[in-house]
């Protein structure tokens, strides 16, 4: 969530004080549930894209370190197969 701005920031924070309720975020911003819904679908996206992108930067480094030969090539595949299972337990099921 760090790529995020101070407006998606502000988003989020009301999100959680409404307990989730995209109603009450429709209402607090003076909009329809389906432009809220909208809103929340592009901020979720875009905090999928900016992991994302944080993942790549990390594997590349352990690609470039191990290519570089500071890290064996053994020892960089452990660190993306565990990396790639850290991953798989952070997205959640489906």
């Known amino acids: 969530m760090r790529g995020l701005d101070s407006e998606d920031l502000e988003f989020v924070r009301l999100f959680l004080l409404s307990s989730g309720s995209l109603k009450k975020m429709a209402s607090l911003y003076g ?7 909208l809103r929340l679908d592009r901020l979720i996206q875009k905090i ?3 992991e994302e992108r944080e993942e790549d ?3 590349r480094l352990v690609c470039r370190l191990a290519k570089d030969g500071r890290l064996g090539a053994e020892e960089a595949g452990l660190l993306l197969r565990e990396y790639g299972r850290g991953r798989e337990t952070r997205a959640g099921p489906g």
């Open 31 to 37: 909009v329809t549930y389906p432009t809220i819904r």
């Open 48 to 50: 999928r894209l900016s």
């Open 57 to 59: 930067s990390f594997t």
